[in-house]
């Protein structure tokens, strides 16, 4: 009578189906939380792809003759403006009412040249009988019942003799001390002479007297200037001619102008001319609607005028220009009213439109940086500005960019200064560099070692040895990698700054010296195979290596003293320029590679082990030796295992951040070379996002860049199980 086959419990099939449902809940977890990360990053990263938009409102009318030049409380609710009579005058937004005037002594003729100097909140303007008038304008902050109230004051005006033959001043330039109390003025007559005046006030510091002094100076100027332009700090002056070049002087502390320099060539009439925040860099805007950036720089014991960078011309000439007060951009405003917002550092164009004001002649940025103020015959329009990362561009985060003071175009990346005109430079590519050339040079020593140390525990090493080396090595990845960072930067990068020579004699005298025990032991086993210990070829080969690597390291002294010369970095320096830096790639790569080793060495043997021990036996069978059966059987079938332990280690090594952080000096540079430094963007990470601002560009732009670690790992990985799929169905036959 046949058994009837015993059904299975329903306790048992209960379990299975529990089990199956928490493996697969579990798996969906760890996908939806790998795409939550994601979708959380590319949240974070999107506002810095936003365009910046403006506002316009207005226009309000505006009392009195047409302006020249107009300036902004940080509320934008009042505009100062200096009008075609001479009169100042300050008008509330809201309802056009005047909050304080006053008629300078310009004459019945007005003014012949006026402007607002960028950073000084003041009016400058020349008259017709040779005299220069510096009004200053100080906006006034209250809260009554808790509301603010914005209010002016107009203190007494400056006024000082540029010409004492009475003649015209038709250029004129200003600049304020922080307390407005100083004041430098660069006049030019019409007889082309350059008047520099210098009204300096000292308050004594004990009985509060204020002691005032004056210099002037003059020269002559080149012929055909057309405007003129003070840096904040009073020290430089630059001119624009009628044939487009431009002239740039050094005043020095007497106030006298030393030799200009003039620029080259010869292009369109400069209409306007302003410096952007920090006094590094000179915007030029031409009457072909051309605006261009140049660089004074000094190059030893010479100056140089340099241009770094054009933006797209606009439809008409640029009439006036306002610099950002936070940052690298400038507002240009042209003859046709037009408006465009640009950005120096990324080279963008953030906005283009129109002013919203008949007549537009004078435009001035808000100090938050965040509105602007635009003048002109029929009224005055008000700008809302809103521009988060201007900082960022494509060129910025991946291309080289001429930043100011470099000598050129450069990768860089700076993301904070000690001074509030800092420029950010938030180029990732060193950072890209810097994690490849960390994998790389970690690879380089765990790939060989992790797979060939894997090829020999499973196919040579006796099995009562493996099964001591196997979890040994296991657990060296249990390791902290502080740890390994740790004992990387402060114990072994001094070592190997000392012993580098001895460690590449090591590289040439170790392989020879294992080819060599080889031979040695395969004659041994020959002779006395019967007399030798299972297992015991590893305790030989250790004592030749570990005697191998100590007379590499005896002759240390020896190399330098009588094949180098000097000590190793000073020969490197010496030799090939190079410079060597204690924490640098070679560390690194002995310190990752370490770290390595375990996962390639684990994922590996276990590819190697679970090669059917049928084909081994086969092969060996048919003739062939040991090594011919595991180079030729053995390593093709655990190949895609063995490829996915290389990939497995790479992620780890690109992953990698606190031995980076530690033990390469952090310093952001593209250099291949394997004695300096690098910083990997993981480290990167770890090291800016605790003093990065929530919601700024340093702080996005972090993000940014750990949604390309998070591509770059993602990608490798693909790619490496696309490869690792088809060497499956290649060698799935044998």
């Excluded at 697969?24 to 939380?33: D, E, R």
């Excluded at 316009?56 to 934008?76: N, T």
Aim: one cysteine or more; proline letters at 7%; charged letters at 15%.
């Amino acid at each position: 009578m046949r058994a009837l086959p015993r059904r299975t419990s329903r306790r048992r099939l209960l379990a299975d189906k529990t089990a199956r449902w928490i493996v697969a809940g579990g798996g969906l977890a760890i996908i939806a939380s790998i795409l939550g990360i994601l979708i959380f990053i590319v949240h974070e990263v999107m506002p810095l792809l936003y365009p910046a938009t403006v506002t316009v409102a207005g226009p309000s009318p505006l009392p009195g003759a047409p302006p020249l030049a107009i300036l902004s409380d940080e509320y934008r609710e009042l505009a100062a403006t200096l009008d075609t009579e001479g009169r100042v005058r300050v008008v509330r937004l809201a309802d056009g009412s005047s909050v304080v005037e006053r008629q300078l002594p310009t004459g019945p003729e007005g003014p012949v040249a006026a402007a607002a100097p960028p950073g000084a909140s003041s009016f400058v303007l020349g008259t017709v009988d040779g005299r220069a008038i510096v009004q200053r304008v100080v906006f006034t902050t209250a809260y009554e019942g808790g509301k603010r109230r914005v209010g002016a004051e107009l203190p007494p005006p400056a006024i000082l003799e540029i010409d004492p033959e009475h003649r015209p001043v038709p250029r004129i330039a200003a600049q304020l001390s922080a307390d407005g109390q100083s004041v430098t003025i660069a006049g030019a007559t019409t007889d082309d002479t350059l008047v520099i005046d210098r009204e300096i006030a000292t308050t004594n510091a004990m009985t509060g007297e204020v002691q005032r002094s004056s210099t002037r100076t003059s020269a002559t100027l080149p012929p055909g200037i057309e405007t003129l332009l003070l840096d904040s700090d009073q020290k430089n002056l630059f001119g624009g001619l009628r044939d487009g070049r431009l002239a740039w002087w050094r005043l020095d502390a007497a106030g006298n102008a030393v030799d200009p320099l003039t620029s080259g060539p010869e292009g369109a009439p400069i209409g306007a001319m302003t410096l952007l925040l920090g006094d590094r860099s000179l915007v030029v805007g031409r009457d072909d609607g051309s605006i261009d950036v140049w660089f004074p720089l000094q190059r030893g014991t010479g100056r140089v005028l340099r241009k770094v960078r054009s933006f797209p011309a606009r439809p008409a000439a640029v009439a006036a220009l306002a610099p950002s007060p936070r940052g690298k951009g400038v507002l240009a405003l042209d003859a046709r009213g037009g408006l465009t917002l640009l950005y120096s550092t990324s080279e963008r164009v953030l906005w283009t439109g129109m002013a919203g004001v008949a007549g537009a002649a004078c435009v001035a940025y808000a100090p938050k940086a965040d509105g602007a103020l635009v003048a002109g015959a029929g009224g005055v329009s008000s700008l809302a500005i809103d521009a988060p990362h201007p900082e960022v561009s494509l060129k910025a985060l991946f291309g080289k960019v001429w930043y100011e003071g470099y000598v050129g175009p450069e990768y860089a990346w700076q993301s904070s200064s000690g001074t509030e005109d800092f420029e950010p430079k938030l180029s990732l590519t060193p950072l890209l560099y810097g994690t490849l050339k960390g994998t790389i040079y970690s690879l380089f020593l765990a790939v060989p070692l992790g797979v060939l140390s894997a090829m020999f525990a499973s196919q040579f090493l006796h099995p009562a040895i493996r099964r001591t080396v196997k979890p040994t090595v296991e657990i060296m990845a249990s390791l902290p990698s502080v740890v390994l960072g740790f004992l990387a930067g402060l114990w072994l990068a001094p070592i190997v700054e000392r012993v580098l020579p001895s460690i590449f004699v090591m590289l040439l005298v170790l392989p020879a010296l294992i080819i060599a025990a080889g031979a040695f032991w395969e004659r041994a086993v020959r002779r006395f195979g019967a007399r030798l210990l299972p297992g015991s070829e590893v305790f030989f080969f250790v004592v030749v290596l570990a005697a191998g690597a100590w007379g590499c390291l005896g002759i240390e002294s020896w190399l330098e003293a009588r094949v180098l010369g000097a000590n190793f970095p000073v020969w490197l320096l010496e030799t090939f320029g190079v410079r060597y830096d204690q924490r640098n790639a070679v560390v690194v790569g002995l310190g990752m590679g370490f770290a390595v080793i375990p996962i390639i060495f684990a994922i590996a043997e276990d590819a190697f082990s679970n090669v059917p021990r049928s084909l081994v036996s086969g092969s060996l069978a048919l003739g062939a030796n040991r090594w011919q059966t595991v180079t030729r059987v053995v390593l093709p079938t655990a190949s895609p295992g063995i490829f996915a332990a290389v990939m497995v280690g790479f992620g780890r090594a690109v992953g990698e951040t606190m031995i980076v952080l530690m033990a390469t000096g952090n310093t952001p540079i593209t250099d291949w070379s394997p004695f300096n430094g690098f910083r990997t963007l993981s480290a990167n990470i770890a090291v800016e996002i605790p003093e990065a601002p929530q919601g700024g560009t340093l702080y996005r732009t972090l993000f940014l860049a750990a949604l390309l670690l998070f591509a770059v790992t993602f990608l490798v990985n693909t790619v490496a199980e696309l490869v690792r799929q088809r060497l499956r169905r290649k060698y799935a036959s044998l």
